[in-house]
């Protein structure tokens, strides 16, 4: 067994685990408290590994301080997707599944990347195959008539003005984060980007009066 087929099992594993919480305590507490906490425990938990998997001489590390901004707005988009599971838990996980189709169109429209869909090559072919699969599930995902005879409580309105956002901001976030892995290290990335992020839920907190002692 190879590293990477370890570190595939823990995501999996860690993955489920987090989302078994997040349904269990997102009819708790609010939404933004929930999303503190997140915030504060990856806060935490990440700087801890950096420092003491990576090592780093921060004396000669180049620290993009920028990419606190990048947190901001991760933060925002995990809220809206604590909102958007709140009306329909399967909805939101299925249109979560098709981030790195939108990722990838991103990656192309931003970047430029056009090898990946390039369909004279197979792999390239193949992507644009699965690329134009997963718009038409997004496109499904959209359409009103597809949630007829939803759990009564699903707010089909209410549901797309939550889900929008998330979809836009974590497709291009992801496009962005793809090439700076290869120049920054991931755990320096995460650390910088959960620090924005939970300074913008206290924020969050403070502004609409959100009691974080539960």
Same mark, same amino acid.
């Given at each position: 067994?190879? #590293?990477? @087929?370890?570190?595939?099992?823990?995501?999996?594993?860690?993955?489920?685990?987090?989302?078994?919480?997040?349904?269990?305590?997102?009819?708790?507490?609010?939404?933004?408290?929930?999303?503190?906490?997140?915030?504060?425990?990856?806060?935490?938990?990440?700087?801890?590994? =950096?420092?003491?998997?990576?090592?780093? &001489?921060?004396?000669?590390?180049?620290?993009?301080?920028?990419?606190?901004?990048?947190?901001?707005?991760?933060?925002?988009?995990?809220?809206?997707?604590?909102?958007?599971?709140?009306?329909?838990?399967?909805?939101?996980?299925?249109?979560?599944?098709?981030?790195?189709?939108? #990722?990838?169109?991103?990656?192309?429209?931003?970047?430029?990347?056009?090898?990946?869909? &390039?369909?004279?090559?197979?792999?390239?072919?193949?992507?644009?195959?699965?690329?134009?699969?997963?718009?038409?599930?997004?496109?499904?995902?959209? @359409?009103?008539?597809?949630?007829?005879?939803?759990?009564?409580?699903?707010?089909?309105?209410?549901?797309?003005?939550?889900?929008?956002?998330?979809?836009?901001?974590?497709?291009?976030?992801?496009?962005?984060?793809?090439?700076?892995?290869? @120049?920054?290290?991931?755990?320096?990335?995460?650390?910088?980007?959960?620090?924005?992020?939970?300074?913008?839920?206290?924020?969050?907190?403070? =502004?609409?009066?959100?009691?974080?002692?539960?």
């Amino acid at each position: 067994m190879e #590293s990477w @087929h370890i570190l595939i099992a823990a995501y999996v594993l860690l993955i489920s685990i987090y989302e078994f919480l997040s349904k269990y305590f997102l009819h708790k507490m609010p939404v933004l408290v929930l999303t503190f906490y997140q915030y504060l425990t990856s806060l935490t938990i990440v700087p801890i590994l =950096y420092f003491t998997i990576s090592k780093p &001489d921060l004396s000669n590390t180049a620290i993009p301080w920028w990419f606190i901004i990048m947190g901001v707005f991760w933060s925002m988009a995990v809220y809206c997707f604590q909102q958007a599971k709140k009306q329909s838990l399967s909805k939101s996980m299925l249109m979560n599944k098709t981030m790195n189709g939108v #990722s990838i169109f991103f990656l192309v429209l931003l970047f430029g990347e056009f090898t990946i869909i &390039d369909p004279r090559t197979h792999k390239g072919l193949l992507h644009l195959v699965g690329l134009c699969l997963i718009f038409i599930a997004i496109y499904l995902l959209y @359409h009103k008539k597809t949630h007829e005879g939803s759990e009564a409580s699903f707010n089909y309105k209410e549901w797309v003005k939550w889900i929008t956002p998330f979809v836009v901001i974590i497709g291009i976030g992801q496009a962005i984060v793809k090439p700076l892995v290869f @120049h920054y290290d991931p755990l320096l990335l995460l650390s910088l980007q959960y620090l924005g992020s939970f300074l913008t839920m206290i924020f969050l907190c403070l =502004y609409q009066k959100a009691g974080i002692i539960v």
